[in-house]
Nanobody
Framework: QLQASGGGLAQPGASLTLSCVAS????????VGWFRQVPGKEREGVSC????????YYADSMKDRFTISRDNAKNTAYLRMNALDPEDTAVYYC?????????????????????WGQGTLVTVSS
């Protein structure tokens, strides 16, 4: 089970940190992906991190502003978002694959993931 939180209303240029708390499995064995979705559009890959945190990927438009991390002792993954822009407004989801993937994670393919959190809404507006 995955529980995403931390979304809310933020002004342009502000920062938010999203959390994804996992339960029911050995968290450190699985990659975590963050995706976002705007109504009417496809789910977009934001970032991912491998199980032990050795590998991270970012979408090109976010790699200078977003930071993904994880604390396996707390079964939690994080997405720190800086310099937020109104175009970052979306529902953000965390996801985990069914299979272990070593030092790999998929940054752009939602179908690589099997389990999804419920999503947390981020609204960037002045």
């Amino acid at each position: 089970q995955l529980q995403a939180s931390g979304g809310g209303l933020a002004q342009p240029g502000a920062s938010l940190t999203l959390s994804c708390v996992a339960s029911g499995f050995t968290f450190e064995n699985y990659a975590v992906g963050w995706f976002r979705q705007v109504p009417g559009k496809e789910r977009e890959g934001v970032s991912c991190i491998s199980g032990r945190g050795r590998t991270t990927y970012y979408a090109d438009s976010m790699k200078d502003r977003f930071t993904i991390s994880r604390d396996n002792a707390k079964n939690t993954a994080y997405l720190r978002m800086n310099a937020l822009d109104p175009e970052d407004t979306a529902v953000y989801y965390c996801a985990v694959p069914k299979a272990r993937s070593g030092n790999y994670c998929s940054p752009r393919t939602p179908t690589w993931y099997d389990y999804w959190g419920q999503g947390t809404l981020v609204t960037v507006s002045s």
